[in-house]
């Protein structure tokens, strides 16, 4: 049997949560185990995002449909807008191999597009939007994901230990929450707490936009003769963070104690 689910909106941020709670229902009717829905629920956060960010001029966002196509083992979803036609092989490809200090912020919302799904293709539609295909294929069901779909709120606990700062964070950390997640982080180190540590023990998820957000944090803190470690990081985000070059910039502890003991007396 196929079922297909279709989903009209207007490309706006606040749009995006019932978006992603179609695309994690689909995955999971297509038999996705956790890192599946994982998987999907991150490409389409990045490709949404994008439309919503570039496809419309500022200030007058336009129409966007993500169409979903169930079969059992595979899972097809389809993204339209009207706006500026943008291949996804025209952004340029990241490059993993720079330091930190060279390391461009942004840039990798298509390559880790290309690398979480089986197949991905863009049609202009004739100068009137995009149509972008990505196709996830899944070998067994699995059970209901850990991750909280469509969760936009955070909960960022920050405090001292001696001359180190530790931000501990818990929900998702996507297109909705990274904003604050930069404000926080970024007004910790600007303060004087550059020598940092984020726990991530209460974050499954974390799309581009995190990504964003910790190298931004990074340069900043060693440009003040810093630092930033992360520390307790789950397997999706380490996941996420091993596609995407981030485990040779950042320093990864088992825990906050070790992390904040790495940085000595």
């Given at each position: 049997m196929t079922l297909v689910r279709v989903a009209h909106a207007t490309a706006r941020l606040d749009e995006l949560p019932a978006l992603l709670d179609v695309a994690a229902r689909a995955a999971r009717e297509s038999g996705a185990d956790d890192e599946g829905q994982h998987d999907v629920r991150l490409a389409a956060e990045e490709v949404l995002?994008?439309?919503?960010?570039h496809a419309y001029p500022a200030g007058?966002?336009?129409?966007?449909?993500l169409r979903a196509r169930i079969e059992p083992g595979a899972l097809t979803l389809t993204v339209q807008d009207e706006g500026v036609p943008f291949p996804p092989d025209?952004?340029?490809a990241p490059d993993l191999a720079t330091g930190w200090a060279e390391r461009r912020i942004g840039g990798l919302g298509w390559h880790l597009v290309g690398k979480l799904m089986d197949d991905v293709r863009h049609r202009d539609l004739g100068g009137r939007g995009n149509e972008l295909t990505?196709?996830?294929?899944?070998r067994q069901a699995g059970a209901s994901s850990s991750i909280s779909q469509g969760q936009s709120n955070m909960q960022i606990e920050v405090e001292r230990?001696?001359?180190?700062?530790?931000?501990g964070v818990h929900g998702n950390v996507d297109g909705l929450t990274s904003a604050e997640l930069s404000?926080?982080?970024g007004d910790e180190v600007a303060g004087g707490g550059h020598r940092m540590v984020v726990s991530l023990a209460g974050v499954d998820y974390t799309s581009s936009a995190g990504l964003r957000?910790?190298?931004?944090?990074?340069?900043?803190?060693?440009?003040?003769?810093?630092?930033?470690?992360?520390?307790?990081?789950r397997d999706n985000v380490r996941k996420v963070l091993e596609l995407s070059g981030f485990t040779s910039i950042l320093k990864l502890f088992p825990d906050v104690d070790a992390a904040v003991a790495s940085?000595?007396?």
């Open positions: 995002i994008n439309v919503i960010h007058t966002p336009g129409p966007l449909t025209a952004a340029p990505m196709i996830k294929r899944f230990r001696g001359l180190v700062s530790v931000a404000r926080v982080l957000v910790l190298l931004a944090v990074v340069k900043e803190a060693r440009s003040r003769g810093g630092d930033v470690r992360l520390a307790a990081v940085f000595g007396a």
